[in-house]
Each structure stands twice: as C-alpha cells, then as structure tokens.
T-cell receptor
Framework: EAQVTQNPRYLITVTGKKLTVTCSQN?????MSWYRQDPGLGLRQIYY???????DKGDVPEGYKVSRKEKRNFPLILESPSPNQTSLYFC???????????????FGPGTRLTVT | LAKTTQPISMDSYEGQEVNITCSHN???????ITWYQQFPSQGPRFIIQ???TKVTNEVASLFIPADRKSSTLSLPRVSLSDTAVYYC?????????????????FGQGTILTVHP
C-alpha cells in the first residue's frame, strides 16, 4: 500500500530535549516536505527536499533541521524544542513539485507534539 | 510569493451544491491549482487539480477562468461527511537566496460545515 508514515504519532517532551520525528514513504517519490499546522494558521511549510541531499527552507524553518540521506526518509529534528513548537506536524511526499505543484502530495497521519 | 485567499468558513445543507472560490492573483504561468480536503486530526487529501478551464472527477469540479487568477471548487450535493477544511494550493517560488522551486504555500483553508 502506498503510504507516508510518521513516528511517533504523539509526543510530549520538555523544553530543550532534542527530538526527531521520522517520516518515510514507499512510493519512490523525489519530493518530500514537512508542515506544521496551528489553529487559525493553516498549513505552513517548514522544510522541503527535492531529492537526496537537496533540502531547502519553507516559510517557518527556524528551530528545525532536516536531512535527506535516503530517498525514502526525511526526518525532522528539533535540537532544542521550545513551547512555541507545540503543534501538529505533517510529512508529505510527491513525485515532484514541478511544474508549479503539478503532482499530488501524499500526507502522513500527523504527529502531535507538545513541548512543556 | 504566491498567495491564496479563501473564505474562512462556509455553511451549507445536505443535498446542496457548494462552491468555494480561491483567489490567486499572482499565479505563475507554470503553476497548477490543487485542492485538498482535510478532516480533523488527519492529513490533507487530494481532491482535484487543474491548469485552466474546467476539470471534473468523481467527487468535484474545478472551474478556472481564462486569467487563472481565481478558481472555484464545486462540490455537488454535499452530505454531512463533506464537513471538512478545504485548501487551495498553487505553486510558489523560493524567497531571494533560495535554491530550488519546491516551496508550496497553503492558504488558511475554508471550513465547510454541512448541516442536516
């Protein structure tokens, strides 16, 4: 089954404790992306990756890191989480973003993160 | 920076046709227009996509005028299960200094509530 998986689905942590949210897709997609969703703000892109070893900033990259060492995996790293990073996070993948969002994005189930 | 503007919320009743319009005045020549549906605590799901004129699939129609500065998602005969948030998405360009054209910007979405 074609899917995007995220782990963990729920996470409660404390300020400053490094964490990683994993994302994996089994569709051989080139493009992967992380979004955060907050009430009243819709979906905001954090980082995206066009392919292995190619990543770039979205609209809200501060406080986050990503890596793309393998095509299927795109982990999101919070090296020193803060309470303002409490949010619902979604990973997505698509064949390619070209041209202009042409290909459908497949979203993971979401990770609800709480930082106290 | 491409932006989309949608109504924040809409109300309808079962069996009615619902039209949600998205404004994207700065859409680029190569950009496609994509609509996603999101239920609470789930990732967005692709509904329909178009470039110009009209597109229809088994769940919706998408109307795009010649100037492509807006688009209208049409949901025929809605049911209670269509209550969700609907997002319009167009492609984007990176900010100055960005390296790739993979940035995608969602609008705030339209909360559609279908009443019995």
């Amino acid at each position: 089954e074609a899917q995007v998986t995220q782990n963990p689905r729920y996470l409660i942590t404390v300020t400053g404790k490094k964490l990683t949210v994993t994302c994996s897709q089994n569709m051989n997609h080139e493009y992967m992306s992380w979004y955060r969703q907050d009430p009243g703000l819709g979906l905001r892109q954090i980082y995206y990756s066009m392919n292995v070893e190619v990543t770039d900033k979205g609209d809200v990259p501060e406080g986050y890191k990503v890596s793309r060492k393998e095509k299927r995996n795109f982990p999101l790293i919070l090296e020193s989480p803060s309470p303002n990073q409490t949010s619902l996070y979604f990973c997505a993948s698509s064949l390619s973003p070209y041209p202009g969002g042409r290909y459908e994005q497949y979203f993971g189930p979401g990770t609800r993160l709480t930082v106290t | 920076l491409a932006k989309t503007t949608q109504p924040i919320s809409m109300d309808s009743y079962e069996g009615q046709e619902v039209n949600i319009t998205c404004s994207h005045n700065n859409i680029a020549t190569n950009d496609y227009i994509t609509w996603y549906q999101q239920f609470p605590s789930q990732g967005p799901r692709f509904i329909i996509q178009g470039y110009k004129t009209k597109v229809t699939n088994e769940v919706a129609s998408l109307f795009i005028p010649a100037d492509r500065k807006s688009s209208t998602l049409s949901l025929p005969r809605v049911s209670l299960s269509d209550t969700a948030v609907y997002y319009c998405l167009v492609g984007d360009k990176p900010d100055a200094g960005g390296t790739s054209y993979g940035k995608l910007t969602f609008g705030q979405g339209t909360i559609l509530t279908v009443h019995p």
